[in-house]
């Protein structure tokens, strides 16, 4: 509380989204958390704004009216207020600045947020996700690949797991010497086994092979990976990055690997770009979306200029080769990057979204995120601005992710459990720090802070909630949802997601335009509550006063959400 400069202003107006002359007015309260706006209204309808969703606040001129202020969220949700007094505006700028930009991780709201459960309860929340009973599920251990106890204590690599599944015929001097060779010692591991075929998908980070160094234990390493799939004969090694910036990173000693001093390996560049090109092709689109009607060419030229849809694609496309390279050819691949946390992951998880029906169902997904994403060390407090730090480090690598797999439900509505509700909640929990499961840059850092006792798990939670989550058109036994997806990946397969990006647009003009899916959803909420309204009907008897329907806790609603006011909830 010490940062709240004001704690209450009054005769503050929200500006309406779509129509600036248009408002409401009502009173804003700074809390350590949030900010919450109450409308002087007999509804007394309130808006909450997590501190750790805000991406920035701006101050433009103060005019007649008074002094406007603006706040842009992570989730790309806008709040324009017009605040009376000069003075309280720029009270509130500057303890708005200090709340949203943490120093430390216990400034964060998942460390004051306190549900009513108990330690067991929270200790139960915590392993609801399973990442050796995930890959049992995929037959491992077996006779061909095991749990190497090298990283025990984060000894080896301290950016990975603990827990690492390596061919069983990879000594521990090959894991250790092959681990010297790669960047930030990302050695190759296992991130997932196809139990069909015996082939697999590993990660690791580059070599450090510079123009001409090698490694006999790297060597080692990668013959043992062939090996470990008696039916092949060769192994795919997957380069996220674009061929230049994998020949320039040779000059600082990094690099590719050398196909003449690798046996029997066939390299491949995708081209993806680096976390720089990907934060400015957002913000192009970020800015595109919060124009009010724009003209049609206006649009298109938004869109192109952003670039954005070509770098999904190039993200679409790395895990449809490997999905190939897997599934159709029978063949292993390896896939880094530069340090193995950001493409590497975006490719590996969209792979294993195409190749297993298993990551496509609600718990599968959520399975799959811990896995190649929280456990191996995505850099989740660098690259969405948990904390107070290098702007640099900042990019939207799982936003890119998500969205790669909304492109798939669009092309198949019938693969996936789940919705784009679902992906879009998601989104904001990355960057909410309301709950624990996304802070730290690995788990030795989550370790180090205790996070598991100190803060709480929102897998649980989400699944209490599924049913928000579930997609109508889903079927276990459809054609989609069994085997492996083929996606068409030409450009005109390419959509802008709306609900994602264009957040300014009323809510009655997205529910007109709501996907098959979520019109279908709707009709069979609707007809659920006709059915339990006729039950009711039948059971009462005639001329019996019925009490009314018990209304959903709007307050706690607005705190549980992170920010999502009633209106926002409904554009979504």
Known sequence: ???????????????????????????????????????????????????????????????????????????????????????????????????????????????????????EEREEAW???????EYERMGIPSNLWSLTPANCEYRVCDTYPSDLYVPKSATPPIIVGSAKFRSRGRFPVLSYYHRDNSASICRSSQPLSGFSARSTEDEQMMQAIMKSNPASEFMYVVDTRPKLNAMANRAAGKGYENEDHYTNIKLQFIGIENIHVMRNSQQKIVDMGEIRS????????????????????????????IARAIAEEGISVLVHCSDGWDRTAQACSVASILLDPHYRTLKGFMVLIEKDWVSFGHKFSHRYAHLEGDPKEVSPVIDQFLECVWQLMEQFPCAFEFNERFLIQLHM??????????????????????????????????????????????????????????????????????????????PSAVVARQSAAECLSAVREETQQLEEELTTHQEVPRGTARSPTQQENSYADGKEGGGVSEEDDQSQ
């Not at 392993?127 to 009973?133: K, M, N």
């Open 429 to 506: 929990h990355v960057h909410s720090c309301q709950y624990g499961n996304f802070l730290g840059n690995c788990q030795k850092e989550r370790r180090d802070i205790r996070l598991q006792e100190r803060t709480h798990s929102i897998w649980p939670v989400l699944w209490e909630q599924r049913a928000e989550f579930l997609n109508p058109l889903y079927r276990d036994d459809h054609s989609q949802t069994q085997g492996v997806l083929r996606p068409v990946n030409s450009p005109y397969c390419f959509k802008f997601w709306k609900s994602m990006y264009n957040r300014a647009e009323r």
């Open 127 to 133: 392993s609801f996700i399973d990442l050796r009973a």
């Open 294 to 321: 724009p003209s049609m060419g206006d649009f298109l030229w938004g869109l192109e200029n952003s670039g954005w849809l070509k770098h999904i694609k190039a993200v679409l496309d790395a895990g449809i080769f």
């Open 1 to 119: 509380m010490e940062h709240i400069r004001t704690p209450k202003v009054e005769n503050v107006r929200l500006i309406d989204r779509v129509t600036p002359r248009k408002s409401t007015a009502g009173t804003l309260y700074l809390s350590s958390t949030h900010s919450i706006f109450v409308e002087n209204t007999e509804a007394r309808k309130e808006t909450w704004v997590l501190h750790s969703l805000v991406s920035n606040i701006e101050r433009p001129p103060t005019n007649p009216s008074g002094s406007p202020l603006i706040i842009r969220c992570k989730n790309f949700q806008v709040y324009n207020f017009l605040i009376l007094q000069e003075k309280d505006c720029l009270d509130v700028q500057a303890s708005l600045i200090r709340l949203s930009r943490p120093e430390r991780y216990t400034e964060l709201s998942c460390f004051s947020y306190h549900p009513n459960v108990n330690k």
